[in-house]
DNA sequence: TTGAAAGCGCTAACAC
DNA sequence: GTGTTAGCGCTTTCAA
């Protein structure tokens, strides 16, 4: 009466029904025939079998074994944030095309659950690690290179450990970001990023400082706290523009920022540019669309993907050979995009730059 | 002369250095040393050893004995949509936090990759499916359930498959957005969608469709081909706009076809709303702060995910009871977000209204 | 050319 | 209370 499971097939069924051994079956199927002088007619056998019944070799099984999973981990910040959705759905495809599945989690900066992540990722024996390393989780991170596991850091590093990493020229994207709105004739530009000490944040208000400096011009910056909700961070931003109407122009640090800056400005009845001109880091559907459309400066997004795959996909194929691989730092330039929330112009103008734009 | 690689410690090490058995130590950690009577002395010092040497259990070969992985496939259409990478990032949270780890990918909406990384799923025995499913891949889920797998489908279903499933009452969404459009004074309403057959689109369309018809009013839809690029639809929708300047407003069936239709309103340069008015599905950021505000028909993202994981977390639970289960069929309600984009106003009234969202 | 068999590291009967 | 041991399904060496 019970009903009856389709049973998994399994390497010994398949040898069975074909009357050969387990091994023949497997060195078939792991193309090793020709190498072990099976005979073309029994390996075609094989082949066509196992397409019939639809076996899949158990990989939980053949990873055991083999000490190789074919699984990455990937540890971004935050999968919602588009810029690492982005960078993640491009790294997914190329890894998949190698042959090389994904395991991902967002550690919202969080350094106790990047932590949990990568213990998670160790007892799983994820052949290699993708990581937007959390503040604090240098010790994790010096685990993993001393298990000699292929490991790329990427968007930030940690400047204690000679990991491979990809990152962006932060001050230089922030720097020429400054030079643009100075050269529009903005001369009082406001920095707002936060509280983080990570590398590519540091990176970016060292491109601000640098700027003022050079021009001699003072240096006015908010550090917003990491971690806050939504409403707290727009009226933190909120005051800190209300309070410094000096300011014509405000470069901010990263995408989210922006968007509560939008917000902020928008809730202060202020209009882009005229009020205050704006850029934003990363490029994003709303700062293209939006009106007036927002400067970036744009994270090389295709090329970060491409840089951190590769260089763990060589990583990866050299494993075997314990060739003393140099680390490898990839510092990739951003690009600035200008659009209307940076110009200074005539009334009007804008909407025909718009034109412009959609026209080329 | 050879670098001494540290190895990982096993189970064995820590029963050999402890003086106890294997089994001991393997009770201990899975928490059953009370029911197998093992002396609170002995199972502190094991903890304690396992704490200091750091030892992780290396979860492939207890998944191999086990036939646990304790691990879920995450199959969307794109991660890249804010969309889906805001449901699965609230997925993610909540597996993690009740054990469970997450394996994702997207499939682009294509058959092929979909059946492949179910495929992929099936060899790593993931424990439980969470699937966005593309079209045509009828089969597959159904050889999941076959296997009896748990599994739940959301976003669209399978109408020829009896499967979990946690989908939106589109057709109410675009209904109410169609009556509210109405009640605001338009009278002249497009649909613009994608040529898919998925159930949520139909759904979509059916709520317009039938909107029209209790009006007594003509359908204009436009039905995108899907799979083209980003310029083509664009171009796509604006022949459409100009073609129909008799519509005096337009629903777009999902996110980004409506940022394609902002693209290409702008290039018309046509007023929102009052060129055209128009409503869009999906909350987004960018909605949300363009201006004008986008009208929304939002989707309830954390019930989605709340509704997703619970269902599967409980088949998950049951599976050893193997109690007949009835399939849990789950619609919920989207929800109208009106703003300017829809509202007939006199001119001026806009930038008014906009304050007043933003001091509620 | 092919088959037998020894593990990969862990769990959980079942002895003692 | 604790130890012994038989697998989970697969790969791969070595013998036939």
């Not at 158990?58 to 540890?75: D, F, M, P, Y």
């Not at 990176?203 to 409403?231: F, I, N, S």
């Not at 707290?232 to 014509?248: A, K, M």
Request: aromatic share 6%; net charge neutral; charged share 20%.
């Amino acid at each position: 009466m019970s009903e009856k499971v389709k049973k998994r097939t399994l390497i010994s069924d398949i040898a069975s029904h074909l009357g050969v051994s387990i091994a023949t079956v497997s060195l078939v199927l792991n193309g090793k025939a020709k190498q072990s002088r099976i005979s073309d007619a029994v390996a075609a056998r094989v082949l066509a079998y196992v397409q019939e019944v639809g076996y899949k070799p158990n990989q939980l099984a053949k990873s055991l074994r083999t000490g190789k999973t074919h699984v990455i981990g990937l540890v971004v910040e935050d999968i919602a944030n588009p810029f690492f959705s982005t960078v993640a759905a491009l790294i997914e495809r190329q890894a998949f095309e190698r042959g090389y599945r994904i395991i991902y989690c967002s550690t919202n900066n969080d350094p106790a659950r990047a932590r949990e992540l990568i213990s998670m990722f160790q007892e799983r024996h994820v052949d290699g690690y993708l990581v937007v390393p959390a503040e604090g989780i240098e010790e994790q991170i010096a685990e993993i290179m001393q298990e000699k596991t292929p490991l790329v850091v990427f968007d930030r590093y940690l400047p204690e450990l000679a990991t491979n990493y990809v990152v962006v020229d932060g001050a230089q994207g922030t720097h020429a970001a400054a030079r643009h709105l100075l050269e529009q004739g903005f001369s009082n530009l406001a920095f707002v990023t936060t509280s983080s000490a990570q590398t590519q944040m540091q990176a970016r208000l060292d491109g601000y400082r640098q700027a003022m400096q050079e021009h001699g011009l003072p240096e006015t910056v908010k550090q917003v706290a990491v971690g806050q909700d939504a409403e707290t961070v727009i009226t933190d931003i909120l005051s800190f523009i209300r309070d410094n109407r000096q300011c014509d122009a405000i470069i901010f640090s990263t995408n989210y920022l922006s968007i509560y800056g939008l917000e902020a400005i928008g809730r202060l009845g202020l209009r882009i540019p005229d009020d205050l001109a704006m850029v934003s880091y990363d490029d994003h559907d709303l700062f293209r669309l939006y009106t007036p459309a927002i400067t970036v400066i744009a994270q090389p997004v295709e090329a970060i993907a491409k840089n951190v795959i590769d260089i763990l996909l060589e990583e990866l194929k050299n494993c075997a050979g314990e060739a003393p691989r140099p680390v490898q730092q990839v510092l990739l330039p951003p690009t600035l995009v200008v659009r209307q929330s940076s110009l200074r112009q005539p009334a009007g103008a804008a909407r025909k730059a718009r034109k412009q734009e959609a026209a080329s």
